[in-house]
């Protein structure tokens, strides 16, 4: 990536990684669509009430890929084999500790979350928890495929991803129609279909790498700096984890806020995020495009180069989610009935994600900056547009409700919110302090 038209270098190593995030949000998008229409809406809704905590897991997973990325891309770039050899085989370590750790606190603490934080309603209680634990279950699968999806793209390989994450998605939804359809599992066949998926995925994402890349597969004897390599790799990833906690932690609180409308709400909004989730796919690959892309040519001491490659990843970006925004505007209410929801619930998750899309170019600017700046290093400042973003959104949701405005207060929040987020990032890439936090 450190040669050839930054446009075109991004946008082809940007449209696999879309491709794969696509496949991935299917899992969770199957699940909901299967059970919406083969279980009940009920169900649906008990699913949706767990997003905002398995979304929470996954940062920790993903917070430890992108900083394993990170490294390994700028390492990459400055062609420093050893120092790639000893980050590899500290990352695989770290991802069994934490997943071990996560999994343990998640069995733990899923019935104070469920019941009593979240107040969950009555009906959505057990089968709200039965998901949650029988996902958390699987989370070292995620904290492997994480971590090496994070080194393939350090390497500029981002094709595999979407190869083994459509065989892990067609069987996710094969084993979807198998244990809720036929052997009427309900929402424990679903977790059980996702996280079988979830684990095809990381073990195909393992051979993958040892058939492509045998030279970086992780090696024991590479262990002797796990102290010093676990240091760095934590300082890369846990801003990164720590701002997608905190972003999880808002949700979670929303969500709460959510509830207190009742089943409208909640049902409306668990069908409008698995929209949402679709709609900010091109955003969240350039993310990624960006961060590899400008790694390698931070490592390789080419700082113009990766100033021409953020303007034009803005510029697709934005574009494409304008394009978007057409088209959800005129399909909203057809692609919302795909989870059998009706009636009220129909009317606030149409109102949800219209508005949404209205302002989807000021989160997609914020997304791609935040990218740039973590592939420069400089990780500390998307983690704190998580802060800004996140406060910006709870104080005006509550000051709403406060203020009588009913269930529109939780979105009406989310235009000035992601509008000073992307501002404040921005200003951050204008600044050049980034070129100062090179790890190599």
């Not at 790498?209 to 262990?223: A, I, S, W």
């Not at 990218?371 to 000051?399: E, K, T």
Request: one cysteine or more.
């Amino acid at each position: 990536m450190t040669a050839g038209t930054e446009g075109t270098t991004i946008l082809l190593f940007a449209i696999p990684i879309m491709g794969a995030n696509l496949l991935q949000v299917l899992y969770g998008f199957a699940d909901s669509v299967i059970v919406g229409n083969f279980v009940n809406s009920s169900a649906l809704g008990a699913i949706g009430l767990t997003g905002s905590m398995t979304w929470l897991l996954l940062t920790f997973c993903t917070g430890l890929g992108n900083g394993t990325s990170i490294a390994v891309s700028q390492f990459f770039g400055a062609r420093k084999e050893k120092e790639i050899h000893e980050v590899v085989a500290t990352s695989y370590l770290l991802s069994f500790v934490i997943s071990l750790a996560l999994t343990s606190a998640c069995f733990l603490l899923s019935r104070v979350i469920i019941y009593d934080f979240l107040q969950t309603p009555e009906e959505m209680r057990a089968d709200s928890r039965l998901y949650f634990l029988i996902y958390s279950g699987g989370l070292i699968f995620q904290m492997l495929y994480n971590v090496t999806y994070g080194i393939l793209r350090a390497y500029g390989d981002s094709r595999g991803a979407l190869l083994f994450l459509l065989i892990s998605s067609l069987m996710n939804v094969g084993l979807d129609c198998l244990f809720i359809i036929v052997f009427q599992w309900g929402v424990a066949g679903a977790a059980a279909a996702t996280v079988i998926s979830q684990a095809a995925s990381a073990a195909a994402s393992i051979l993958y790498m040892r058939k492509l890349f045998p030279e970086v597969f992780p090696k024991l004897r590479f262990l002797y700096t796990w102290k010093e390599k676990s240091r760095l790799l934590l300082r890369l990833s846990v801003p990164i984890t720590f701002q997608q906690m905190v972003t999880a932690l808002g949700f979670t609180v929303l969500q709460r806020l959510v509830n207190t409308f009742g089943a409208a709400s909640i049902e409306g909004y668990a069908a409008m995020q698995k929209i949402e989730q679709i709609a900010h796919i091109p955003s969240n690959s350039f993310h990624t495009a960006i961060a590899s892309f400008t790694g390698q040519n931070i490592g390789a001491g080419q700082t113009e180069r990766v100033q021409k490659g953020y303007r034009v990843t803005v510029g697709f970006g934005v574009g494409i989610s304008a394009a978007l925004c057409v088209l959800v505007l005129i399909f909203d209410e057809r692609l919302l009935a795909m989870f059998s929801i009706a009636g009220e619930a129909m009317k606030r998750g149409c109102e949800h994600l219209d508005l949404l899309m209205l302002f989807i170019w000021a989160n997609t600017i914020t997304n791609i900056t935040c990218g740039f700046l973590q592939g420069a290093g400089d990780v500390r400042i998307p983690a704190a547009s998580g802060f800004v973003n996140l406060g910006i959104r709870l104080a005006l949701s509550y000051l709403f409700a406060a203020m009588g405005l009913g269930y529109i207060c939780y979105f009406i929040s989310m235009p000035p919110a992601w509008c000073l987020t992307s501002f404040f990032v921005y200003l951050r890439y204008r600044s050049g302090k980034w070129k100062k936090y090179r790890i190599v």
